[in-house]
C-alpha cells in the first residue's frame, strides 16, 4: 500500500478536492483505494456523502478506541473512507499528553497493510499540527497541493520547510511531491505562478496541473468524485492524468 | 514538471495537448519548435494558424525560462520577481553601440517586451526603422494585439529612428540609457551588469563625453552603466523599480 499525505500549511489551496477526485480517479483505474480524512472540518467526508455521528471516525482510529478495519465506510465511486468528525480537534489536547502520539496512525494502518493499493490521507490546513505530523509519519510520499494564485508559493515553501523539520526528526524519508491545482491559465497571475513553481520545485512538480473548474464545485455539492458526476470534463481528465503520473512516475530521492 | 508539460499548461489543453505531442515524439519545447508546423497541427489536432502560434509560445516560453531542450534552471530566490520580468538572461548578448542604435531589443521602446519583440523578429521586423515602416494594420493582425498598441510603438519608434541619425554623442546618450530591467539587474550583480553593459573602453568614453559636458558622474554610476545620466535620480529610480519589480513575491 503505498500511503499519500496531502499537505499544506495555507487552507484553500485544493488538498480535499485533490483527495476526492484523485481517489476516485485511481479507484476508476481499478485501484483499491481508502480516503482518511484527518481534517476535523470533515470537508472530504460531506464530499462524499458520508457522515460519522454515530459512527468510528478518525478519531478513534487514531487514539486506538477502534482498530481502522472497524472504521471503514464504502463511499461513491468505489472509494473507502475513513471518515471525520468535529471530535477530531479533540485528538491534538488529548495526544499532547501522551507519548509518541505523532506515531498513532502509521500504527493504526499497519493492519490495512496488503488490503488497499493506495491510500490518501487529507491533511488539516495547519501543517506543523500533531495531525498533520501523524500523516507524514505515515506516509510514503508527501504531496504538497500548491493553489496556482497570490501567496500560493510561500504556503508551499512553509509546508516544505515543516515537513523537512519533521522528516529531519524522525528517521522516515517520504519523497516530497507538488500539484499545481486550482490553474486557470486565462490569468496571469496564475501563468506566473506555474512557471515559478517548475523553476522551484523542478521534476518534484508534477506534470499534471490541476484546472480550476466548475465541475468541481458541482461534484463537491452532489457528493461524488468527478469521475461519476463529469467523467469526460477537464477537470476528470486533469485528475486521471495525475492518476497516471502517481502510478508511473519513479521515486525522486 | 518538464518544459514541454508546462508550455501544454500554460498554452495548450494540458495533459491532453501533452500526450498527443508525446506520441508525436516531442519531449521538450524544443521538439516543438523543431516539428513541421503542419505536422505540429495534425498532431495537435488543430489548424496550420493555431500551430503556428503555438510554436510562437514555445520559442517564447524556451526564452523565458532559459532552456532550449535542457532542464530549467533552479531559482532559488524571488522566483517570482525573476517569472514576472522580461527574460532578460535569455535575450541575446548585448548588441555593440552601431547595432543598438537600429536593433529591436526589449525595453528599447516603452511597451516593448521580450514576447512581443520575439514576435516581431518571427514576422522579419528586427530593426527600428523595419518598425517604423511597417503597416500598423497588418501588423496588428499578425501580432493578435491592439492596433492602437502597434501605433504607438511605431510613434516611439519613428521618434527613436529621427532621433538616432542626428549626432553620435546624442546616439550614445540614448542607446547607453539604463532600461528599468537592466538597473534591476545591475543592483543585484554590479560587476556582471557593469561587463555585459558596456564594455570598458566604451565606459571610459562616456565619462570623457560626460565631463565634456560638465556632467559629474556618481561613484557606482559607471557599476550601473548609467552613462552620462548616471546620477544620483537614476540610482534613486533604480532603487524605486526593483521594489516594483519584485512585486509582493518579494
New interface residues.
Given amino acids: 500500500m503505498h500511503t499519500y499525505a496531502l499537505a499544506n500549511h495555507k487552507g484553500g489551496s485544493g488538498k480535499t478536492t485533490t483527495a476526492i477526485h484523485l481517489a476516485g480517479a485511481l479507484a476508476a483505474r481499478g485501484r483499491r483505494v481508502l480516503l482518511i480524512d484527518l481534517d476535523p472540518q470533515a470537508h472530504a467526508t460531506l464530499g462524499l456523502s458520508s457522515e460519522a455521528e454515530d459512527s468510528p471516525c478518525a478519531l478513534e482510529v487514531l487514539t486506538g478506541e477502534v482498530r481502522a478495519l472497524d472504521a471503514l465506510h464504502a463511499a461513491p465511486g468505489g472509494i473507502t473512507l475513513i471518515p471525520s468528525h468535529g471530535r477530531l480537534a479533540e485528538f491534538e489536547e488529548r495526544a499532547a499528553r501522551e507519548l509518541g502520539s505523532e506515531g498513532a496512525l502509521r500504527r493504526a494502518l499497519a493492519p490495512l497493510e496488503g488490503r488497499f493499493d493506495e491510500c490518501l490521507l487529507d491533511c488539516p490546513p495547519r501543517a506543523d499540527g500533531l495531525l498533520t505530523a501523524n500523516a507524514i509519519r505515515a506516509c510514503d510520499t508527501v504531496l504538497l497541493t500548491v493553489e496556482t494564485g497570490?501567496f500560493a508559493?510561500?504556503g508551499a515553501l512553509k509546508a516544505q520547510e515543516i515537513v523537512d523539520e519533521l522528516l529531519a526528526a524522525s528517521r522516515l524519508a517520504p519523497e516530497l511531491r507538488v500539484v499545481?491545482t486550482m490553474?486557470d491559465?486565462r490569468l496571469r497571475i496564475a501563468?506566473?505562478?506555474?512557471?515559478?513553481?517548475?523553476?522551484?520545485?523542478?521534476?518534484r512538480?508534477?506534470?499534471?496541473?490541476i484546472?480550476s473548474s466548475a465541475r468541481l464545485r458541482e461534484a463537491a455539492g452532489a457528493g461524488v468524485p468527478i469521475q461519476l458526476l463529469a467523467p469526460r470534463s477537464?477537470a476528470a481528465?486533469?485528475f486521471?492524468?495525475l492518476a497516471d503520473e502517481l502510478a508511473l512516475s519513479p521515486v525522486l530521492a | 514538471m518538464d518544459s514541454l508539460a508546462l508550455l501544454c499548461s500554460l498554452y495548450g489543453q494540458g495533459p491532453v495537448t501533452l500526450r498527443r505531442l508525446r506520441d508525436a515524439g516531442c519531449r521538450t519545447c524544443d521538439d516543438v519548435l523543431c516539428l513541421e508546423p503542419t505536422k505540429l497541427a495534425r498532431a495537435l489536432r488543430t489548424r496550420r494558424p493555431a500551430a503556428d502560434r503555438f510554436q510562437r509560445e514555445a520559442r517564447e516560453l524556451a526564452a523565458r525560462i532559459g532552456e532550449f531542450g535542457g532542464p530549467a534552471p533552479a531559482i532559488e530566490s524571488n522566483e517570482l520577481a525573476a517569472a514576472s520580468e522580461p527574460a532578460l538572461e535569455a535575450a541575446p548578448s548585448e548588441p555593440t553601440l552601431e547595432e543598438a542604435g537600429s536593433q529591436l531589443r526589449p525595453e528599447l521602446l516603452d511597451g516593448l517586451d521580450s514576447a512581443l519583440c520575439l514576435r516581431l523578429r518571427a514576422l522579419g521586423i528586427e530593426r527600428v526603422e523595419d518598425l517604423a515602416r511597417a503597416d500598423a494594420l497588418d501588423l496588428a493582425r499578425s501580432l493578435e494585439v491592439p492596433v492602437t498598441r502597434v501605433v504607438r510603438l511605431q510613434f516611439l519608434a519613428r521618434r527613436l529612428a529621427d532621433t538616432r541619425v542626428e549626432t553620435e554623442s546624442e546616439l550614445r546618450t540614448f542607446t547607453l540609457l539604463p532600461r528599468r530591467s537592466q538597473l534591476s539587474v545591475a543592483r543585484f550583480s554590479p560587476a556582471e551588469s557593469a561587463g555585459e553593459l558596456a564594455p570598458l573602453a566604451e565606459q571610459e568614453r562616456m565619462e570623457d563625453w560626460a565631463r565634456e559636458q560638465a556632467f559629474e558622474p556618481v561613484e557606482g554610476a559607471g557599476e550601473l552603466a548609467a552613462g552620462p545620466f548616471g546620477h544620483a535620480a537614476a540610482c534613486a529610480e533604480a532603487g524605486a523599480l526593483d521594489s516594483k519589480a519584485a512585486g509582493p513575491f518579494a
Fill in positions: 497570490a508559493l510561500q499545481a490553474f491559465r501563468r506566473e505562478v506555474l512557471i515559478a513553481m517548475q523553476a522551484r520545485f523542478g521534476a512538480l508534477y506534470d499534471t496541473a484546472r477537464s481528465q486533469d486521471a492524468a
